[in-house]
């Protein structure tokens, strides 16, 4: 029999060595397993993309009793279920300007909730910063936190346009060309406007037919912002008989009414779109009625101020003027409506902009 | 001879732990597909949207009274300066200062007179495309008032659908 | 053999704890990805450019008319069907029905597959 008691200590030894080695090889690799491995990062971009795509391709929406009304016109926060920049879910990438400038307001929401539950729509609190620069315009909007630079975050760029609403300035080219000033002297002078939502809708838009290509620049009077300002209103005067302006002009009222099969019937606008008229000297939007104290007025009508309108009909604004006293002015009574169309005369079309926005998301 | 092998039974267990460990593992480094974020082709679809969206913005025109956008406009002139200057422009831009460096090649595939597919190149960035680049494939359709070069029957005048297509990369 | 000594025999033990724990992060390691990678590879998938942009096409063709020696609507339907086909790898049909008297409005039944993502549509004009 051998004695191997000394043998015990160099098996040990050597046994547990093997073991060690294997031990710290296959250790080793661990952390070879997570490298490359950033999970968070994988999903801050799934995140960063959905966010993108709410925003470039969705229009938003708003809560059901309000469902008739955009969400840049909704006043309470509450009542936006969906913030969505998009001027509609055919034309993808094409952004409204009015979106665009409520979202980036900081005033009208508070950072983050409302735009985590209103953007992210999840549990997790994402922060993120989403900024958006359009060209032409030397400030970066931006809205969110100071992207971080040394751990990663998910990110997504993309290309879009800003839509501008359409505006229509009736000065003194349009008001002759039409013949928009009447000849008798009257005390109340009318002028209508007609928003021919059917023609505008379903028509050729400018130089594209009907359904050839030309849906982004549409005007949709039920959803978009119209604006109709006044100058050279002096001119409509007949200077020679009458060289001395009349006391008081003053726009007395402006009523609404659209035509519903084929009677016209009037329209009330709701009441939080109830002051609409700016004139000189009045640095707010007031209501009729208001003086006119220079020949300027404008009439600026946000977007869901005809939501309640029939999309397929038309609408009609009648504006009395009343001279004191009585002159010739602005009137088209014997004439035809001033009609806002695609015709660029007319109405300054909506313009695309260029622009470009990044969603970063951490 | 009497073999004792008392001395050698630490070295067989500690033997038959490393195997154990080792094939646990090989099988474990086998099994787990580690994405990295290459893998997981998000740099591909963000390149990809990108393009889709720069190309479709090309494919809009600023207002209403032009009835062809800028895109349709090169196709049918063949403008490759003016597409190069406005698809950069449009893909490079960021937020920030500074812009991305993405590279394309724009080609516009065509249906010729026999019912062919065919491509014409259209246009291709400062960089040009050698093949060793990992790049997207993005693509618009556009209509267009063109006669192709193998097109001369009077019947293939007129409107064609064509696609632009655009290979891109960042360098 | 050794005996009944089994004195050793706790390096093996050793062994097999360290490899159930590696198993274990296997496991856990695979879970995590699959999230991220499915989000990314799902967009890429989804052919949503293509399809806006064949149902785009097809409502533009139909208004397009065929007169004199241009048949631009034939020649624009026909590119469409054989441009997608070659180059976005999709089957894509469509037929139309022109407004009666009774009903002013166009439809196009618009039919788009790529083997794995099949899209149809009724469009009607407005």
Partial sequence: ??????????????????????????????????????????????VAYRTSVILVEDPGASATIVSNYPWESLKDTQDIVRLGLAVSKDTPRVLDQNKVNRFFCQTSFSYPEDYRSRLFFSDYPYTFNISLKIEGENETRTIGDVVPSYYPYGYIRRDVKIKRPSNATIGETIIRQHNFNNTENVTFNEFSIVINSSSLLTGPVGQYPAHGGGAVYRINPSWDKIMINFTDLDETRNKIAHPTPPTSIRLTQVKF????????????????????????????????????????????????????????????????????????????????????????????????????MEVAVW | MVMSENGQLYTIEGIAAALILLVTAFIVVNSTSVYTQGDTHINDMQLEL?????????????????????????????DSALFRTLFLNTINNTTGPGGDRIQYKANVTYVDKDGFVSTLPLSDSPHPFVGGEHAVRVSQWVIVEKRFPDCSAGSCSGKHAVLVEVLLWRD | MAGLRDDAQWIVLMGFIVSFSLFFVAIVINQSTVVGQTTAEAV?????????????????????????????????????????????????????????GSDPHTYIEIHYSNGVTAYNETWRSN
């Avoid at chain 2, 889709?52 to 063949?78: C, H, R, W, Y």
């Avoid at chain 3, 450019?49 to 097809?58: K, L, T």
């Fill in chain 3, 44 to 100: 890429i998938e989804f052919p949503k450019n293509d399809i806006r942009g064949m149902r785009d096409m097809i409502i533009q063709s139909e208004f397009l008319v065929d007169e004199g020696v241009f048949n631009n609507k034939t020649n624009v339907q026909n590119d469409i069907k054989t441009l997608s086909l070659h180059r976005q790898n999709s089957v894509v049909s469509f037929s139309s029905r022109n407004p009666t």
């Fill in chain 1, 1 to 46: 029999m051998t004695d191997d008691s000394g043998l015990m200590s160099v098996d040990f030894m050597t046994g547990f060595t093997i073991f060690l080695i294997a031990f710290i090889w296959v250790a080793t690799m661990v952390p070879g397993l997570f490298i490359g491995l950033q999970t968070r990062s994988i999903d801050y971009d799934a």
């Fill in chain 2, 50 to 78: 990108l393009g889709s969206d720069a190309l479709s913005m090309l494919n809009t025109a600023p207002n209403s009274s032009f009835g062809k956008s800028p895109l349709q406009t090169i196709v049918e002139t063949d």
């Fill in chain 1, 257 to 356: 009414s659209e035509i519903l099969g084929t009677g016209l019937v009037g329209f009330t606008p709701p009441l939080v779109f109830e002051n609409y008229t700016y004139v000189t000297g009045i640095n707010e939007a007031t209501k009729p009625p208001v003086d006119i104290v220079d020949g300027n007025l404008s009439l600026i009508f946000d977007s869901g101020f005809f939501a309640g309108t029939d999309k397929y009909g038309a609408i009609y604004l009648n504006l009395t003027f009343e001279l004191d006293p009585p002159q010739q002015y602005l009137n088209n009574t014997h004439t035809r409506p001033f009609d806002y169309n695609y015709h660029p005369a007319n109405v300054t079309q909506p313009a695309l902009t260029d622009a470009v």
